[in-house]
């Protein structure tokens, strides 16, 4: 893996470091994947699949800025081809990732993701109240919680519920509690933002057309609280020193800083210390 100097923040203003369910999963999975990933900012290599997956979250995006009679599969599936020209619009090397002679079945996927998710749900039935929502909310003690929710409704009646759309293959039962992290962290955020616990949390799988529905309690919810100010406290113990230690495991097969890895022989760079303010607008 080439180590190329991180990119250069945009023109937003930069803000403090933060917790965010793929950073908190980093630590959880490995916490030097989380220090060259959210500290020293090396990029990693991306991919077919993520960014078949972006393509599919724009386009559900922009579905949901349309009228409610107009988001029939027709209209979906040609919002694809306008969602892949933006993102390679604002970041040209994605085109490096397809070809010319491959964005035809790339896009075809993508298009045949956007067609199973009718399978699912019928976006004409409901109005959401936001698509790609950033969230943020400093607890108690001082933890600060950032994310982007896909999507957020709201009934008539005022329940609410957090909906996320996978790409992938629905988890195994010994991946479930992983997938419904995520869930869970933007389910303590609404509660902390709105005094309400979310009715239910809804994973939608649409290579697989499964839907994984989990309804949280309040105290199940604080429990994740205290979890997850523990897992900061352990983050800044190890920012503060620099000792982010590797933790192998099958997952590294598919790890991008696997070359780096003292645990494989690998140079770590020298660690820059721990950062005072990062970039705006980063998960």
């Known amino acids: 893996m080439t180590t190329t100097a991180p990119p250069a923040p945009d ?38 699949a993520a960014l078949r997956g972006t393509v599919v979250h724009a386009a559900l995006e922009s579905l949901y800025g349309l009228p409610a009679a107009d988001r029939v599969p027709d209209t979906a599936t040609a919002l694809v081809d306008p969602a892949w020209d933006r993102l390679v619009g604002d970041a040209p090397e994605l085109r490096e990732l397809v070809t010319i002679d491959e964005r035809g079945e790339f896009l075809d996927e993508a298009r045949a993701l956007i067609s199973r998710y009718y399978r699912l749900e ?66 303590l955020v609404i509660l902390r933002t709105r005094g309400i616990v979310p009715t239910q949390l809804r994973l939608l799988y649409l290579a697989d057309d499964e839907i994984l529905t989990y309804q949280p309690d309040r105290d199940e919810l604080l429990r994740f609280e205290r979890t997850l100010s ?54």
């Open 11 to 48: 023109s937003a203003p930069p803000r403090r470091p933060a917790l965010s369910p793929s950073r908190a999963a980093d630590f959880k999975l490995c916490p030097l994947k989380y220090r060259l990933r959210a500290v020293d900012r090396i990029p990693e290599v991306p991919t077919r």
């Open 122 to 187: 019928d976006p004409t039935r409901f109005e959401p109240e936001s698509c790609e929502q950033r969230v943020e909310v400093e607890l108690e003690d001082s933890v600060l919680l950032r994310g982007f929710v896909d999507r957020i409704d709201v009934a008539p009646t005022g329940e609410v519920r957090v909906v996320d759309y996978k790409t992938g293959r629905a988890p195994g039962e010994r991946r479930e509690s992983h997938a419904l992290f995520q869930m869970k962290f933007y389910a």
């Open 230 to 283: 523990a897992l900061w406290k352990a983050i800044l113990e190890a920012g503060a020193t620099g000792d982010f230690r590797p933790s192998p495991s099958n997952m590294c097969n598919w790890c991008d800083y696997k070359p780096l890895c003292p645990a494989f022989g690998g140079t770590l760079p020298e660690y820059p210390g721990w950062p005072a303010t990062v970039p705006d607008g980063t998960r």
